[in-house]
């Protein structure tokens, strides 16, 4: 099957952010793809979250998510984005990545738990975590697909729970703030949830200069697929359960493991 990264360079215009996500939904589904996946924060972002992000927060079912829907629809593909949520906190928004199918119906919501309150920055200032609860899997086109956000990549625990929930892939959408070594770290994080856990991971970032850039796809083995490099785009790439079966079989790491 093929899925698509969609490296955005998001900013404040949210109809801007909507027309490049809907050029980006129709080139992949030209190209193949059942699934497009766009970064986190892909409707509204900023080099710093602040005040602005609850104020323009929407609920699941206003505007934004409507033309969400009706992007996946129209052009009949899986989306995978980050928008901004209202929490019912005031003050606070959730951190939320929505998958809408191909029929313009909601698959699944997955709001941030882990929040980028480090390196000086405090998300937490202004999101809300979300429930710490069941690991967010959906199935589209056959596969099954567990949804993480950012900052999560760093908590392999949240990984290895997506894989025992039957993920297959999982979508780690970003907006990954630069600084010394952190591409490094974008790269070698993503490569290592693949490994350990025996899937592909597909990690979407936002490009630079809010972000770092580089959407990648890696193999359940660590083999980066694709690399998009700094610059906007879109990429469709192969992806195949059959791989994802036979290197759980070379490497039976789930039955073997004596923790958790």
């Known amino acids: 099957m093929r899925i698509a990264l969609g490296q955005l360079e998001s900013g404040t215009d949210i109809a801007a952010n909507l027309a490049a996500i809907d050029r980006f939904a129709a080139s992949a589904a030209a190209d193949g793809a059942m699934l497009v996946a766009f970064p986190e924060y892909a409707t509204y972002e900023k080099k710093v979250v602040d005040a602005s992000f609850p104020a323009m927060a929407e609920p699941l079912d206003g505007p934004v998510c409507r033309e969400l829907a009706a ?12 928008v901004v949520e209202t929490s019912g906190e005031e003050g606070r928004a959730y951190n939320t990545l929505v998958a809408f199918g191909p ?12 929040l980028f309150d480090a390196q000086g920055f405090g998300e937490s200032t202004y999101i809300k975590p979300g429930p710490s609860t069941e690991p967010v899997v959906f199935e589209a086109g056959g596969a099954r697909f567990g949804l993480m956000t950012c900052y999560d990549l760093r908590f392999p625990e949240l990984a290895r729970s997506l894989a025992d929930a039957g993920a297959q892939v999982l979508l780690v959408c970003s907006s990954w703030v630069p600084g010394t070594h952190k591409t490094e770290q974008w790269l070698a994080l993503n490569a290592a949830r693949g490994i350990e856990n025996g899937v592909y991971v597909a990690g979407v970032c936002q490009a630079p200069p809010v972000s770092v850039g580089r959407s990648l796809l890696v193999d359940p083995m660590g083999y980066v ?13 192969e992806v195949s359960l059959a791989t994802v079966a036979r290197v759980r079989e070379q490497f039976p790491m789930f039955r073997q493991r004596r923790l958790g």
């Open 103 to 114: 029929s313009g119906e909601r698959l699944a919501v997955y709001r941030k738990i882990h």
């Open 225 to 237: 697929e694709a690399d998009l490099g700094l610059a906007p785009g879109v990429r469709a790439v």
């Open 71 to 82: 992007t996946a629809a129209r052009h009949g593909i899986t989306l995978v984005a980050g």
